[in-house]
């Protein structure tokens, strides 16, 4: 991470089968300031390592409804 990169952690409940976990990543990786974005399909948690400037949590979170899913902030 560099030093404008923050790491913010979400949650999906609706995560079905581990095809998911590759269209979620590729959604958030597409946008600007994302440097690494991991989906853990057992637990559905969500980190993303981000530059806030970029791309705040509700773009994170939008771009993760974009492509099905619903996501929140989570303290995990």
Known sequence: MTSTTTQTTLR???L???SCVPKIEKA???LPGV???EV??????IV???DPAL???AALVNSIAKSGYTA?????
Do not use: M, N
């Open 35 to 37: 440097e690494k974005a």
């Open 40 to 45: 853990k399909f057992a637990s559905g948690k």
């Open 72 to 76: 929140k902030p989570s303290a995990f």
């Open 48 to 50: 993303v390592d981000h």
């Open 12 to 14: 999906s409940d609706e």
């Open 28 to 30: 958030l990786l597409a």
């Open 55 to 57: 791309s705040d949590v």
């Open 16 to 18: 079905s089968c581990p």
